[in-house]
């Protein structure tokens, strides 16, 4: 039997907030998936190193996406440790699901436009489909390596479930600007960000006094 569409959602997660959970959303409906794993990263190869603990970053997001059908937290990069390298990831991945199964990893534009940075990064869609979001304002600027990548495997987003890997599409989104690294800062100057991530993930930070200055 063939697993259905899976979708998949890494990054640190650091914390979660409405554009990771607003991005996840978007692509599930645009594309019809039933379901996409969010995949919280242990060490992040390009980032640097979270200040908050993994567990922490779990547990969040375990809050925001508690009443979201469709969406889980999958734990396999923390349980791994070391380095979180997408391509062994997705590569278990796919051992797990079979060769048959559409896989679709989700990433933001600004992750493309540095792709070649990663990890083994040609051997990405051998192991899956990949979906681009990106805004309507975004001017998408690639190296010369990425843009002939890009144009020999892109296809419209209604065919990229039409097999099981190796293609690539873009996704636009509605404009939604907001980046941990700006909440992270927000809140250690001690800014309202009420609205800007779940109100549960909210109560965890504050009762954890997490991304506060140390005093």
Known sequence: MIHPPVGV??????????????????????????????????????????GVSAAHRACMLDLAIEDIDGLTVDRRELA??????????L???????????????????DSLQRLNRWHDWRLLLKLTNIAVLSRPSADLQLPPELQCWLEEHE??????????????????????DISS????????VGRDVRYLLPDRVLEYINAHGLYRCAK
């Open 91 to 109: 590569r278990e991945l796919r051992e797990e699901l079979g060769p048959e199964a559409v896989i679709v990893f989700i990433m933001g534009a």
């Open 155 to 176: 296809v419209p987003p209604a065919q990229l479930l039409g097999q099981a890997k190796g293609r690539v599409s873009r996704l636009v989104q509605p404009e939604l």
């Open 181 to 188: 690294s700006s909440l992270r800062l927000a809140i250690e």
């Open 9 to 50: 959602l890494g990054g640190t997660f650091n914390p979660v907030h409405a554009g990771h959970l607003r991005g996840a959303l978007d692509c599930r409906e645009m594309l019809g998936l039933t379901s996409i794993r969010l995949m919280p990263a242990f060490l992040p190869p390009l980032k640097e190193t979270p």
């Open 80 to 89: 791994r440790e070391g380095l979180s390298f997408t391509v062994d990831t």
